[in-house]
């Protein structure tokens, strides 16, 4: 979904959109998307600045760290960007960025990208380490038994390499 600015009635607009399935793809091979996400919020201008709030919710189908099993996370979350023209960044690169401007994006002044802005806020959403459970207990590093399922009997698993060591000193 594309806004285009220059048409905006008084310089700001509402959108809502609800993607459908393989509408919006994330160029990340670790994450797929299930089920319709979901975005909304509101486009305002001022001056030179466009800004975009809203909030976004999606299903990611991703896999468990520990165990590899398929799982799914929903994840939500708000977001605000703000946009100027690089002709209009460039201006206030000599006139001194404060703080707040150095988070600005940069646009073409005519679109607003709102696919893009949701793909970029998905994956910053998504957890770099999700696990199926907080009682995971995944793959017997020595085996390769998935311990969700049997115990195997690799008591050396248990041992932290970094002790092996110590124990070869002991007569
Ligand atoms: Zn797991
Ligand atoms: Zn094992």
Redesign the pocket.
């Given at each position: 979904m594309r806004v285009e600015i220059a048409r905006l009635d008084n310089n700001e607009c509402k959108f809502a959109h609800e993607y459908a399935a393989g509408e919006l793809v994330l160029d990340d091979d670790r994450v797929a998307l299930a089920g319709a996400p979901r975005v909304s919020g509101h486009i305002s201008r001022t001056g030179h600045k466009v800004v975009v709030e809203g909030e976004f919710a999606a299903i990611a189908q991703t896999e468990?760290d520990?165990?590899l099993?398929a799982m799914e996370l929903p994840i939500s979350s708000e977001f605000r960007v703000e946009y100027v023209t690089a002709e209009a960044y460039l201006a206030l690169e000599t006139a001194e960025l404060t703080d707040e401007d150095l988070a600005l994006s940069i646009f073409d002044g005519e679109f607003i990208d709102v696919d893009e802005i949701v793909r970029e806020q998905l994956l910053l959403a998504i957890p770099t380490h999700a696990?199926?459970?907080e009682s995971?207990k995944?793959f017997c590093p020595v085996c390769g038994t998935d311990r969700?399922v049997t115990d195997c009997n690799c008591n050396a698993a248990e041992i932290d390499p970094r002790w092996t060591g110590l124990k070869d000193l002991r007569f």
């Open positions: 468990c520990r165990c099993k696990i199926c459970q995971c995944g969700n």
